[in-house]
């Protein structure tokens, strides 16, 4: 439910402004094992989705 109020997107970082996109996704996909699955070296920019406040979502 939490997710679904945000819109992720990958922030752009200097440090990586040479990398093709298969390699942008083996590092978004990267991730090492724990208590949860955690991604590695990714920066997250999470937005608010305006669309969600006018959505009924009681019956979810």
């Given at each position: 439910?939490?997710?679904?109020?945000?819109?992720?997107?990958?922030?752009?970082?200097?440090?990586?402004?040479?990398?093709?996109?298969?390699?942008?996704?083996?590092?978004?996909?990267?991730?090492?094992?724990?208590?949860?699955?955690?991604?590695?070296?990714?920066?997250?920019?999470?937005?608010?989705?305006?669309?969600?406040?006018?959505?009924?979502?009681?019956?979810i």
């Open positions: 439910m939490m997710i679904s109020r945000y819109m992720i997107e990958i922030k752009e970082d200097s440090q990586f402004a040479s990398e093709t996109f298969k390699q942008r996704k083996a590092r978004v996909l990267a991730a090492k094992p724990g208590l949860t699955i955690t991604p590695v070296r990714v920066l997250l920019v999470f937005k608010r989705r305006s669309w969600f406040w006018r959505l009924d979502l009681s019956n």
